[in-house]
């Protein structure tokens, strides 16, 4: 079985549109081509309070970490939308902000609260989707209150990677509805599943 890729084709998709010019993304240009491209067919122009096949965007009230009733009724849609694909679920992502924007500038830190109400936001969705929607794959959470630590940062991990991406305050994706989510993403979280196919 292999991943099929679409949160590697999300990450180039809003990272092409990003104020870059390093070599990386010639090669992730080259490399995910086809991918990013299948990925702009699948979407389709829906406000971003909805939910669709491969990703979901929740906005938790101010101050708390818990997931309204709303936001269930959203990852319960999302989630039976995306078992439709008739496809296995390979990879559950899900990236959890605090009441605050990332931390974007180098040095820049946000509170211990902050981090940790981003931990719990994340949590909270990951324990809804595996014990209350029976929800399998392998999990990746990301907080999104919190820069990479070095290690990651120098290897360039999938923490130091992703966190790029979507931690760039002017980073919108063309022909998407994540376009409003990434210019206001304080208060929110994204979650993205990814397929296994049988070879």
């Known amino acids: 079985m292999r991943s099929k890729g679409i949160f ?3 990450l180039f998709t809003i990272a092409a ?3 870059s ?27 971003v309070s909805s939910t669709d096949a491969y990703y979901a965007v929740l906005e938790f009230d101010k101050g708390t ?16 939308t995306a078992k439709k694909e008739g496809k296995p679920i390979d990879d559950i992502k899900i990236l959890a902000w605090a009441d605050k924007e990332y931390p974007n500038e180098k040095g820049a830190r946000l ?14 969705i990951e324990k809804y989707l595996k014990e209350d929607l029976k929800t399998e794959g392998d999990y990746a959470t990301y ?19 992703t966190k790029k991406v979507f931690g ?24 993205m599943v990814d397929y296994s196919e049988v070879e």
């Not at 210019?183 to 979650?191: M, V």
Request: glycine share 4%; aromatic share 6%.
């Open 17 to 19: 549109t990003a104020c």
């Open 111 to 124: 509170s211990d609260r902050d981090v940790a109400m981003a931990k719990e936001r994340s949590k909270s």
């Open 65 to 80: 970490q818990r997931l309204s009733e709303a936001g269930k009724r959203n990852l319960k849609n999302f989630i039976n």
């Open 21 to 47: 010019s390093s070599s990386d993304m010639e090669t992730a240009k080259a490399t995910n081509k086809y991918e990013a491209q299948k990925y702009g067919e699948q979407k389709t122009t829906t406000p």
């Open 168 to 191: 760039q305050p002017n980073a919108v994706p063309v022909g998407t509805e994540l376009n409003a989510f990434m210019k206001d993403k304080a208060g929110k979280a994204l979650i």
């Open 143 to 161: 907080n999104m209150a919190k820069r990479p630590n070095k290690v990651n940062e120098f290897f360039r991990g999938d923490d130091y990677k």
């Open 8 to 10: 590697a084709a999300l």
